[in-house]
């Protein structure tokens, strides 16, 4: 007979947003998505077994066991996949971390917080209205703001980064990702103390 080892349960939820499909794949708003790429890089797993409308997978990380989510709903639709997600590992909002990108933060800034409103992001917005709290903590990416008043946010947010905004934004990647880890290993205090510069 054969007996299958009980797994550890899930302590943190940590979700990356962004929009499926290749066209989005280089765009401000797919800077979250960018930390995960860079999370199961690390780790050596593969974000891609299809769970709550996301694609999903558990590490260890920073000594916590972790579910990676990558929402597959289109940004404004986000808090269905963290709702499932929360309900199924029955943990609080509080134990679930954002990360997204940040239009009023210049390129390659990060800004850490414990909870917060959207700001007027889509997807924390939803996450918000779906959850019912704004009681989680997030990690925000600048991507930096559109350059005119009259730009369209929509079409700024789902523009291809380039040039120096590019770099920038791909080092901020890197430290968002060693943020996340430092969270799960010492504490949001830690990362905020760190990272928030």
């Known amino acids: 007979m054969f007996f299958r080892k009980k797994l550890e349960p899930v302590e943190w939820?940590?979700?990356?947003?962004g929009n499926p499909g290749l066209r989005y794949e280089s765009t401000r708003h797919n800077a979250g998505?960018?930390?995960?790429?860079?999370?199961?890089?690390?780790?050596?797993?593969?974000?891609n077994r299809a769970k709550f409308n996301a694609l999903t997978a558990v590490v260890t990380l920073g000594g916590k066991r972790v579910l990676l989510v990558k929402p597959q709903t289109y940004m404004n639709l986000s808090g269905n996949s963290v709702r499932q997600a929360m309900k199924f590992h029955n943990l609080p909002i509080q134990n679930v971390i954002i990360i997204s990108d940040e239009t009023s933060l210049p390129p390659g800034k990060l800004r850490i917080r414990r909870?917060?409103?959207s700001g007027g992001h889509n997807g924390l917005r939803d996450i918000?209205?779906?959850c019912g709290s704004e009681d989680f903590p997030r990690i925000r990416i600048g991507v930096g703001a559109p350059?005119?008043?009259e730009?369209?946010?929509?079409?700024?947010?789902?523009?291809?980064?380039k040039g120096d905004d590019a770099k920038q934004v791909a080092d901020a990647v890197l430290r968002a990702a060693a943020a996340l880890e430092l969270t799960m290993m010492e504490g949001l205090d830690a990362a905020m103390g760190k990272y928030n510069g």
């Open 115 to 117: 909870r917060g409103s």
């Open 128 to 130: 918000i209205k779906k």
């Open 33 to 47: 998505f960018m930390v995960a790429d860079v999370i199961a890089k690390e780790t050596v797993v593969k974000i």
């Open 151 to 161: 730009y369209i946010l929509a079409d700024w947010v789902l523009s291809a980064l």
């Open 13 to 17: 939820i940590a979700v990356f947003l």
């Open 147 to 149: 350059p005119y008043d």
